[in-house]
């Protein structure tokens, strides 16, 4: 494990919740292990502060438990709590992509460009700068709608979403896929075509359902 330069983190502390949170929601940690604070610290070569503030943070979103004196626990997610996820992923992001397409784009240039660093991320086989600018793509997407809380939803449902499976051979191809899907979703935005924006951002997102329960069974 090493700290992640060049996608978008500010600082330490940032690098180690993007790093931390890649490797639960793919399940390279698996559900259970424990996160000590000194242990991760000296594995990133950093020190105590930033990794206790990261797995703080994280525990605050969902995916650990902080165990006293013991250290962070991954928790697992439930085959329920997954399709109630998927379910309301699909619903506001939909609703999202159509309102973008009605209204049009205010800034197509700047969606572009953080498509490229997806897909950048895709060539390079870098999945925590992957789970990184895919989120904060979809992040921009959204927030063109001029929504805040319409944005600060969509963005808690992602992240409390675990990608189990992504980092399969089957999760790669996906990813590659996701890709294209996101420049095809910001030129049908642009176009105002609605129904077709609808059925892309309801495929993109439900295409990863299966991967994820397959993986997810593994655990049960």
Do not use: C
Request: hydrophobic share 40%.
């Amino acid at each position: 494990m090493e700290l992640l330069q060049g996608v978008g983190a500010g600082n330490l502390r940032e690098q180690v919740v993007a790093l931390v949170r890649a490797d639960i929601v793919s399940g390279r940690t698996a559900p259970g292990a424990v996160y000590s604070v000194p242990g991760l610290a000296t594995e990133l070569g950093v020190s105590t502060t930033p990794v206790r503030e990261a797995l703080l943070e994280l525990s605050r979103s969902g995916l650990l438990v902080a165990m006293r004196n013991r250290g962070f626990r991954v928790e697992l997610l439930s085959r329920e709590a997954l399709d109630s996820l998927f379910t309301m992923r699909d619903l506001l992001e939909r609703f999202a992509l159509e309102t973008l397409a009605r209204q049009g784009l205010r800034d197509r240039d700047t969606l572009m460009a953080l498509a490229d660093e997806v897909s950048n991320a895709v060539a390079a086989d870098n999945l925590p700068k992957y789970i990184t600018s895919d989120r904060t793509f979809h992040e921009a997407l959204v927030g063109q709608v001029g929504n805040p809380f319409l944005t600060k939803m969509v963005m808690q449902l992602r992240d409390d979403m675990r990608l189990y499976g992504i980092d399969s051979s089957e999760g790669r191809r996906r990813q590659k896929e996701s890709v294209k899907e996101h420049y095809q979703m910001v030129n049908l935005a642009d176009q105002g075509n609605v129904k077709e924006a609808s059925d892309l951002i309801s495929r993109h997102i439900l295409s990863w359902k299966p991967l994820f329960e397959a993986a997810l069974a593994q655990y049960s």
